[in-house]
């Protein structure tokens, strides 16, 4: 993991292991100089680092079990300054019932476990792999447990256990003992983050004069730090009521704090709750959503059926037809894949000026993921769109949006739905490719998907025999027969085909049906 000023963080015996010592040595393992591959979001870095501080492993501190040992933890320096887009990631402590991921040290896209914090002393965090999914395993150790919830890693996976039979189980040093052991080997600067001195922010001053109120129960206060401090996955010492100064504090450094807070606040201070929601405008405003709100909107999209999902790309078009959504997180999207990552980039489009917010007599505009939920919400069956709608009143509630603002985009989405089944027109997806020639004829292969509106689905057979244009456009041609309109000014059915870069100048709209003579028409050509 990287640390400021250059620094990586892994487990001490990583380094055993990759200079040839046993794995859980003690003795510091000399000069050490090790290559070191960095991935960022769009580029990988290689370096040189070198060993810099090592917390040797103590397999037999203070009766430890055989599973368990401390320390166990190296930093090393790179060599060279690190591109700009890549930096160091924020860290939060462990707890029970995190959700987290870890990644094998090879760092392949597939490799990421899935596992839940079940145990969690400060010392050490036991995680077991959810069900159906890969379990941590060898390779693991030294990478980080991310949380996406807290978006912040939470710890370092450190060693598998070798149990058997359906528990899989691995532990992990959780970052209160990493902050602990590094500030105890004089590094504490090294777990400063960017966010640790809030004081300085020129809003903590106008948070604390917010939050300094009294509130109608002398227990409201406790209330909201309990509620917060729960859903938050945070510790509370429950010893009175939070300060102003801690909420400020909380605030600024926690980016789900402030809608939680507005939360506990809603019923017993709304107008504390409408004013917070205003400041948070002004401020940054980093998420839109409760922890609580995210994950059950994350569950309840990612069971939605095939056909369903595979409308979103068409739902966030209409719904917020002047953002700017990453292809990759639309396209995962689709196939029920990165949810929680959709939801996140969705929950931090910028919304309506602060002007337009809050005011008396002004209603508060809807957000652009509620957006986005209601219409792909008219998408999807009875149930599952029930579902989605009420998921979007209980946020607007908290918001205090106006039920008539939120029935507005309800009905714009509706009229979307009814405008998609008059007109939208069926589509036939042909991958094609060629494949050199045969008898002096060029030679292709291809698959196909037919899109009625319900989605793609495979109609070509399971097989890569080559085709002569002929031959190919025949099946296109009867792949495209039951999508002719059955009404005289239906929609006509367009044709998209995927092809290589190098098959672009393919004549594929000068293909005649063998038998009718006809060309294929309304073709959309598009690299694969």
């Given at each position: 993991m990287l640390l400021p000023g250059q620094h990586v963080l892994t487990c001490a015996h990583v380094v055993n292991c990759a200079v040839g010592c046993e794995m859980l040595a003690v003795q510091h393992p000399g000069p050490v100089s090790l290559q070191i591959r960095v991935y960022g979001?769009?580029?990988?870095?290689?370096?040189?680092?070198?060993?810099?501080?090592?917390?040797?492993?103590?397999?037999?501190?203070?009766?430890?079990?055989?599973?368990?040992?401390?320390?166990?933890?190296?930093?090393?320096?790179?060599?060279?300054?690190?591109?700009?887009?890549?930096?160091?990631?924020?860290?939060?402590?462990?707890?029970?019932?995190?959700?987290?991921?870890?990644?094998?040290?090879?760092?392949?896209r597939g490799s990421f476990a899935d596992v839940e914090v079940t145990e969690c002393n400060g010392r050490f965090g036991y995680v077991d792999a959810l069900r159906d999914k890969l379990a941590v395993d060898r390779g693991y150790s030294g990478g980080p447990l991310w949380s996406g919830r807290e978006r912040a890693v939470v710890g370092l996976v450190t060693a598998r256990l070798n149990t058997d039979g359906a528990l899989r189980r691995a532990w992990g040093i959780p970052w209160q003992r990493i902050r602990d052991e590094l500030a105890g080997a004089g590094l504490?600067?090294?777990?400063?983050?960017?966010d640790d001195d809030v004081r300085g922010d020129p809003f903590y001053a106008e948070l604390v004069a917010l939050l300094d109120r009294r509130l109608p129960h002398t227990e409201d206060w406790a209330r909201c730090g309990r509620a917060v401090a729960w859903e938050c996955?945070?510790?509370?010492?429950?010893?009175?009521?939070?300060?102003a100064e801690e909420f400020a504090h909380l605030i600024l450094t926690h980016e789900r704090a402030l809608p939680t807070l507005v939360g506990a606040l809603r019923n017993v201070a709304p107008r504390l709750a409408d004013e917070l929601l205003l400041t948070g405008r002004d401020i940054r405003f980093p998420r839109l959503l409760t922890p609580g709100e995210y994950d059950l909107l994350v569950r309840r999209l990612e069971v939605l059926d095939a056909a369903?999902?595979?409308?979103?790309?068409?739902?966030?078009?209409?719904?917020?037809?002047?953002?700017?959504?990453?292809?990759?997180?639309?396209?995962?999207?689709s196939r029920g894949e990165g949810i929680g990552d959709l939801v996140g980039y969705l929950e931090r489009l910028p919304g309506p000026p602060a002007s337009s917010f809050g005011h008396p007599g002004e209603a508060a505009p809807v957000p652009g993921l509620v957006r986005a939920v209601e219409f792909l919400a008219v998408c999807c069956p009875s149930e599952q769109r029930g579902a989605l709608r009420q998921w979007g009143e209980r946020v607007a509630a908290r918001l205090a949006i106006h039920r008539?603002?939120?029935?507005?985009?309800r009905r714009d989405a509706e009229e979307w739905a009814a405008?998609?089944?008059?007109?939208?027109?069926?589509?036939?997806?042909?991958?094609?490719?060629?494949?050199?020639?045969?008898?002096?004829?060029?030679?292709?292969?291809?698959?196909?998907?037919?899109?009625?509106?319900?989605?793609?689905?495979?109609?070509?057979?399971?097989?890569?025999?080559?085709?002569?244009?002929?031959?190919?456009?025949?099946?296109?041609?009867?792949?495209?027969?039951?999508?002719?309109?059955?009404?005289?000014?239906?929609?006509?059915?367009?044709?998209?085909?995927?092809?290589?870069?190098?098959?672009?100048?393919?004549?594929?709209?000068e293909w005649r049906d063998p038998g009718l003579g006809g060309l294929l028409t309304r073709v959309l050509v598009g690299l694969r």
């Open positions: 979001p769009d580029i990988t870095h290689m370096c040189q680092a070198e060993l810099t501080a090592w917390i040797a492993p103590r397999p037999a501190d203070g009766g430890l079990g055989a599973y368990e040992w401390n320390g166990d933890l190296a930093v090393l320096r790179l060599d060279s300054a690190l591109p700009h887009g890549i930096q160091p990631p924020r860290w939060h402590p462990m707890a029970e019932k995190q959700l987290v991921r870890a990644w094998h040290g090879g760092a392949e504490a600067a090294l777990t400063a983050q960017p996955g945070l510790e509370h010492s429950g010893d009175g009521d939070p300060s369903s999902t595979a409308r979103v790309p068409a739902a966030l078009r209409a719904a917020l037809p002047l953002a700017v959504v990453p292809e990759p997180l639309v396209s995962q999207a008539s603002a939120l029935e507005d985009r405008r998609q089944e008059r007109t939208a027109a069926p589509r036939l997806l042909v991958e094609l490719s060629s494949c050199g020639t045969a008898d002096g004829a060029a030679c292709y292969r291809l698959r196909l998907w037919c899109d009625d509106i319900d989605g793609p689905r495979r109609v070509s057979a399971e097989d890569d025999r080559p085709r002569t244009a002929q031959e190919a456009a025949r099946e296109i041609f009867d792949a495209l027969a039951p999508l002719h309109p059955r009404e005289p000014d239906g929609p006509l059915p367009v044709v998209e085909l995927l092809v290589d870069r190098d098959a672009l100048e393919l004549p594929a709209d």
